[in-house]
């Protein structure tokens, strides 16, 4: 088994796997598991600090983004989408798959939204149904400042979509403004792939109760689960493993009050490190704390980085995909892997890489990581 720090799915600790292997019970019929089920979405609201509800859905986080857009579109709906990452531009295929008419608000890749030049670009047209962005886009490690844009764009009456998948308890974000949030299992929150998280305000829930026309989906349809509480029923049989996983790991987040603390450290001497050795990190502005990307020097390849790492030192990184395949090495340090010592262990691995593959580095990463984490 490889040392896996990549940018989710992440290290799963042991309690969850226990916890996933428990013996079963029928989740249609036993209403001990809506209680459960319900319980853990109030926990989870809690834990993001609101008082919008929760649905959990059985289905990788993917399915979040597209539960999103296919219950909020309607034919002909504009839509913004703001797109400043390789998932940010990706809501525009689920805008457009529902009917939606997505209208791209593109800025570059290594900038974090400006949220004034956006306000400006709002006075002209905010004839929008809802917007999607995204907080952490993982591919490039950056991130947005989610609250202020949600804020802004309901301030002209548009609805907000947000793609927190990677930063949902590792970055941290006012919810308040953010009509349907979307999170993951693998992430942050460090449990197997599989379930989606979908945080919904009363203005989604009523933009999708008053809609004209039924949601074309029924695997991505939120509104199914609307009554589920209430009729002790779900569309469809609920994932009872994953959930008793997601459960524990969501009780080791509640017994980690540190953990948005231990992002921040573990990321910024990441990026200390990365940058006082000569490496470049890809983005200019807007950080994230669960991930971070640097550009593959001149004189190696991704490929040969991330064999090296996994022939030599028994690590599984990432590169990068679409516009950044080939140009960008992620190193994940969310969730489990906030850590000093699994970290630690990862810039040395790094240091030895990369000097074996001719890199000149001006300071050692695990040298420098140590002194400032
Ligand atoms: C991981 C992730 C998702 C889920 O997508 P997969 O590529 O299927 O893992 C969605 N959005 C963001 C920003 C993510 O990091």
Request: proline letters at 3%; one cysteine or more.
């Amino acid at each position: 088994m490889y040392n896996v720090v990549t940018p989710g799915p992440t290290k799963v600790k042991e309690n969850v796997f226990k916890a996933r292997s428990l013996e079963c019970t029928n989740p249609d019929l036993d209403v001990e598991f809506v209680e459960q089920y319900k319980k853990l979405c109030l926990r989870i609201s809690k834990l993001l600090n609101t008082t919008n509800e929760t649905l959990i859905l059985g289905g990788e986080g993917i399915l979040g983004l597209e539960a999103a857009c296919a219950s909020l579109t309607e034919e002909g709906d504009r839509v913004l989408v703001i797109d400043n990452g390789i998932f940010g531009a990706g809501f525009a295929d689920f805008v457009s798959m529902y009917g939606g008419t997505p209208v791209l608000y593109t800025k570059d890749y290594n900038q974090t939204i400006d949220v004034n030049e956006l306000a400006s670009f709002l006075e002209k047209d905010s004839n929008f149904k809802y917007a999607t962005l995204v907080h952490g886009d993982t591919p490039s490690g950056m991130l947005n400042d989610a609250a202020a844009i949600c804020k802004l764009l309901k301030s002209k009456g548009i609805m907000t979509v947000v793609d927190a998948v990677s930063t949902m308890f590792g970055d941290k974000l006012d919810v308040s403004d953010i009509d349907i949030l979307c999170g993951g299992s693998q992430k942050v929150i460090s449990a197997p792939p599989g379930l989606t998280i979908n945080v919904l305000s009363d203005d989604a829930k009523a933009a999708i109760n008053g809609r004209k026309s039924p949601i074309k989906a029924f695997y991505a349809n939120l509104k199914t689960f609307f009554n589920y509480y209430e009729e002790k029923w779900f569309p469809y049989t609920m994932p009872i493993s994953d959930i008793n996983g997601l459960d524990v790991a969501i009780s080791n987040l509640e017994n980690d009050p540190d953990t948005y603390a231990r992002h921040e450290k573990v990321a910024s001497a990441v990026r200390t490190a990365i940058t006082e050795a000569g490496l470049e990190i890809y983005v200019k502005s807007g950080f994230a704390n669960t991930v971070t990307a640097f550009v593959v020097p001149s004189e190696t390849t991704a490929k040969d980085i991330l064999d090296t790492l996994k022939s030599d030192h028994n690590i599984l990184m990432a590169g990068s995909f679409g516009v950044f395949g080939g140009k960008l090495i992620r190193i994940g340090h969310m969730g489990t892997n906030a850590n000093k010592d699994i970290i630690l262990e990862v810039m040395d691995a790094l240091d030895k890489t990369l000097t074996k593959l001719g890199v000149p580095l001006k300071a050692s990463l695990k040298e420098v990581f140590d002194q400032n984490c």
